[in-house]
């Protein structure tokens, strides 16, 4: 098992099986030492500070993390072909008067820095939208550092 | 003509003159062998899931592409240097019920794939916005890969 | 001084000190000649087209410009380490019937392009988001290209 996973069952969390993307696209793509993973919503439905609370929200972007790396695992073998973390866009279903994107999307990125280490912090975007796919709550799409093969 | 131009013409589809960027950017930027396509909107104007159908927005997404591929001619002057596709975003303005944003930019993914095969397929996001400019329904943001000059 | 803050300074503007990240991600990250920051928030808060006026929203996005160098500078000491400006993504926090996104976002292409001259043009997009962290008017997200250490 690789040394990431070793962290996320000391953390007591576990990768699920992943689902496959439906229609033309790929859960991650790579060029040189950029993976370029495709956004992914929470199976966590509703709008952040109305359907669901800001805590709820946060725990909607760790899982939302879990569901990309496994996506990852799947697409490149290993986890530990991650190097480093680059770019977190957090796109958070909000209601009108929610204005704590930032607080939601720190569901990753305390998870990413906690597995990865300081090559986990990353340049970040928070910013709430008004819908989501499948109506979910969080949708996260992040830009990894991966080693480079070639 | 190009490959892919004779694909387009094949598919019964073909690039018209592009309308400039009007402001202080370009129509698209490369750094190595990343091109970086300004976001574009559709002509196709309304929210998708009141104004117009799931249907049209596809259709819109696939019109969109078009408009982005004219542009990128232009600027490098043969979309064979074009040999890949890694990142298309899709901001798609959508009613509050709608949260089938991932079926409308199939219209832009699946024209990808038909053009470019296998390297065309690509990672992507596909998000719901309450407004876009000119009040398009919807807008595509892309990461192609190039042939690199250097 | 760098040479791009002497442009700033014969502009009448300048740099504030930057606030630090409030949680586990940074200002801006490297990797290879792209410096990925983070998204920054305008100081000025409120809807664009119902609470500030089109001319409130170009100076919000301009001003979210500045407190971007300012961090940049924090990160890399030097301003004049970056040599050109990639992709600008702005996320303009819009009411239902705003639709001139893109001329809010020249607020931050002409400042660009005034301080970097051809190098700071760029691909961009302009986007309409329902609300945005601490209800601010203008969220900014820019790849700048870097000198290149390795």
């Known amino acids: 098992m690789s ?3 070793n962290k996320l069952t000391a953390l007591g969390l576990s990768l699920q099986q992943p689902k496959p993307p439906v229609g033309n696209y790929l859960g991650s793509k790579i060029i040189g030492e950029l993976l370029f993973a495709s956004g992914r919503v929470s199976d966590c439905t509703g709008e952040v500070g109305t359907d669901i609370s800001l805590e709820q929200g946060k ?21 530990d072909q ?8 957090g796109f958070i279903r909000s209601s009108t008067n929610f204005t704590k994107q930032p607080k939601v999307l720190d569901g990753a990125s305390d998870l990413l820095v906690a ?6 912090r990353h340049a970040r975007t928070a910013t709430g939208v008004a819908q989501l796919p499948f109506g979910a709550s969080v949708q996260l799409d992040i830009i990894f550092q991966v080693k ?3």
């Open 82 to 89: 991650i190097v480093g973390v680059i770019k977190v866009t």
């Open 3 to 5: 040394a990431i996973e």
């Open 59 to 79: 725990e909607a972007a760790r899982n939302t993390l879990l569901l990309i790396l496994a996506i990852i695992k799947q697409d490149i073998g290993d986890l």
């Open 148 to 150: 480079n093969e070639s």
């Open 115 to 120: 597995l990865f280490g300081e090559a986990g």
